[in-house]
T-cell receptor
Framework: NAGVTQTPKFRILKIGQSMTLQCAQD?????MYWYRQDPGMGLKLIYY???????DKGEVPNGYNVSRSTTEDFPLRLELAAPSQTSVYFCASSIQELNTEAFFGQGTRLTVV | GQNIDQPTEMTATEGAIVQINCTYQTSGFNGLFWYQQHAGEAPTFLSYNVLDGLEEKGRFSSFLSRSKGYSYLLLKELQMKDSASYLC??????????WGAGTKLIIKP
């Protein structure tokens, strides 16, 4: 059982470049989330989805976009990368509402130079 | 505003007991989570409390006082593998998780 799989694990981007962080889960979870984690800070919610075809903004959505065409996949798109987007990104999923355990992917460490 | 406070770092000795505190201020409250995160790894779920009181799960216990906006995670019989960051997160009235910055726990032999 793979759980939540994120790719890539590491990436260096130049300012202005774009990229997509991939996230897939095989637990048939309806809820999926993207977080960023900066040193000394709590996890910040970027976007979330409550099911295929439905996405919504979290606390820090600017500079990012998401799509949810299937239950399994929830990619995060960075357009015009900026140094402020240097962070560790985590994808997570849960079976239903947020008052249940969330399962996290292994993270993507992104550096924008 | 919404806020979660927990100590930045704590040190304890192998075999001992440690209590990690967390205070929260949120608009509404729908429960509190504790997650463990080893360095360079993903957070993993430890506990969820929504009612006042202590919930025990093996060596780990979690306590909640809703009236005081306070929770703690109690770790007993500490092992070296318990060296990690412990994240406290509160669920607000909109079912949004508000995360603390985490407490880095260092275990010494």
């Amino acid at each position: 059982n793979a759980g939540v799989t994120q790719t890539p694990k590491f990436r260096i981007l130049k300012i202005g470049q774009s990229m997509t962080l991939q996230c897939a889960q095989d637990m048939n979870h309806n809820y999926m989330y993207w977080y960023r984690q900066d040193p000394g800070m709590g996890l910040k919610l970027i976007y979330y989805s409550v099911g295929a075809g439905i996405t919504d903004k979290g606390e820090v959505p600017n500079g990012y976009n998401v799509s949810r065409s299937t239950t399994e996949d929830f990619p995060l798109r960075l357009e015009l990368a900026a140094p402020s987007q240097t962070s560790v990104y985590f994808c997570a999923s849960s079976i239903q509402e947020l008052n249940t355990e969330a399962f996290f992917g292994q993270g993507t460490r992104l550096t924008v130079v | 505003g919404q806020n979660i406070d927990q100590p930045t770092e704590m040190t304890a000795t192998e075999g001992a007991i440690v209590q990690i505190n967390c205070t929260y201020q949120t608009s509404g409250f729908n429960g509190l989570f504790w997650y463990q995160q080893h360095a360079g790894e993903a957070p993993t779920f430890l506990s969820y409390n929504v009612l006042d009181g202590l919930e025990e799960k093996g060596r780990f216990s979690s306590f909640l006082s809703r009236s005081k906006g306070y929770s703690y995670l109690l770790l007993k019989e500490l092992q070296m593998k318990d060296s990690a960051s412990y994240l406290c997160a509160a669920l607000d009235s909109n079912y949004q998780l508000i995360w603390g910055a985490g407490t880095k726990l260092i275990i010494k032999p």
